[in-house]
């Protein structure tokens, strides 16, 4: 892998990857065919898609395919998908909710029991935020892809909820990433959420 500059992690969508491994776009794509013939009809012609990575840049590569799979059901829920174009509402919720629970599968294959649990706070407070029309999920995701197998977060998460404050999320996520990798990601999440 070549040299990064401090502060960028690397673009798992753009790393090498093994012989006879799909990448994380077209194992996510072909994974929910394989589990749905409504998945399929969603899914975008390849040119169509845009194999871009959201978060999982800023943080462990092994973790990857789950979290890429996770915002790509948020994407779904809730923004501008990179690789399905569910036909109506109806179609989005479902495949969203299959891609939460799929990639919360991918996470916890790892047996790591504080990425899971992290990643259920994510999913749990963007629902929420979401539901009451408030803003931070940036910040709140950029911290949970940067540290998913750490602890530390809930102190943080507590302020975006309690507080509307996603700046104690955005220090944890700049110091374990760096802030250009962060902002490239932030930039990159507000053109697809709605």
């Given amino acids: 892998?070549?040299?990064?500059?401090?502060?960028?992690?690397?673009?798992?969508?753009?790393?090498?990857?093994?012989?006879?491994?799909?990448?994380?776009?077209?194992?996510?794509?072909?994974?929910?065919?394989?589990e749905s013939r409504l998945w399929a009809d969603a899914t975008l012609p390849p040119v169509e898609r845009e194999e871009v990575a959201g978060f999982s840049q800023l943080g462990d590569p092994l973790y990857a395919?789950?979290?890429?799979?996770?915002?790509?059901?948020?994407?779904?829920?809730?923004?501008?998908?990179?690789?399905?174009?569910?036909?109506?509402?109806?179609?989005?919720?479902l495949l969203g909710d299959y891609l939460y629970a799929h990639g919360l599968v991918r996470v916890a294959e790892r047996e790591d029991v504080v990425a899971v649990a992290n990643l259920a706070e994510l999913i749990s407070l963007c629902s929420l935020l979401q539901g009451e029309r408030k803003g931070g999920d940036g910040p709140l995701w950029a911290a949970h892809a940067a540290l998913l197998a750490e602890g530390g977060l809930a102190e943080a998460r507590a302020a975006l909820r309690d507080l509307d404050d996603p700046a104690p999320l955005l220090a944890?996520?700049?110091?374990?990433?760096?802030?250009?990798?962060?902002?490239?990601?932030l930039a990159a999440h507000e053109r697809r959420v709605r």
């Fill in 65 to 93: 395919l789950g979290l890429e799979t996770i915002y790509e059901g948020y994407l779904v829920h809730y923004g501008r998908p990179r690789l399905f174009a569910p036909a109506d509402r109806d179609t989005a919720i």
């Fill in 1 to 34: 892998m070549p040299d990064l500059a401090p502060g960028v992690a690397p673009d798992p969508a753009s790393a090498p990857v093994p012989a006879g491994t799909p990448s994380v776009w077209a194992a996510i794509v072909a994974e929910a065919a394989e």
């Fill in 172 to 185: 944890l996520a700049r110091e374990a990433a760096g802030v250009e990798a962060v902002a490239t990601a």
